[in-house]
């Protein structure tokens, strides 16, 4: 059975830090491309930032680059994103997933590389709400 459990969402104000983790089961987490996502209040799900197999490479929304830090631990089997300088726009419940071909590269656009539809496995999501 295949697991991603998110933690780490909350209630901050504006400025704020929160950061989420994503534990992967069931899985070999260094085979796996991954991403976290988020999807606010009548909206649709979009990403936020993804990392390849290895953890070494990175891409972020235009809307989170500079804020936003995404991590991988294969070792710990876990997923993490650092959430900086928080804003009302933030808030969403936050998914991450994950995905053996769907990997960040360099020379890639993220936009439109990154697709939810993309990704095989999700976790149940955490909520992060930022007030103001």
């Known amino acids: 059975l295949v697991q991603l459990v998110e933690s780490g969402g909350g209630s901050v104000q504006a400025g704020g830090s929160l950061q989420l983790s994503c534990a992967v089961r069931?899985?070999?987490?260094?085979?796996?491309?991954m991403g976290w996502f988020r999807q606010a209040p009548g909206k649709g799900r979009e990403g936020v930032a993804v990392?390849?197999?290895?953890?070494?490479?990175?891409m972020y929304a235009d809307s989170v680059k500079g804020r936003f830090t995404i991590s991988k631990d294969n070792a710990k089997s876990t997923l993490s994103l650092e959430m900086n300088s928080l804003n009302p726009d933030d808030t969403a419940q936050y998914y991450c997933?994950?995905?053996?071909?769907?990997?960040?590269?360099?020379?890639?656009?993220?936009?439109?590389?990154?697709?939810?539809?993309?990704?095989?496995?999700w976790g149940q999501g955490t909520r992060v709400t930022v007030s103001s």
């Open positions: 997933a994950a995905d053996l071909r769907t990997c960040p590269i360099p020379f890639m656009t993220f936009s439109s590389n990154f697709s939810p539809s993309d990704y095989e496995y």
């Open positions: 069931g899985i070999f987490a260094h085979h796996y491309c």
């Open positions: 990392i390849d197999s290895d953890g070494t490479f990175t």
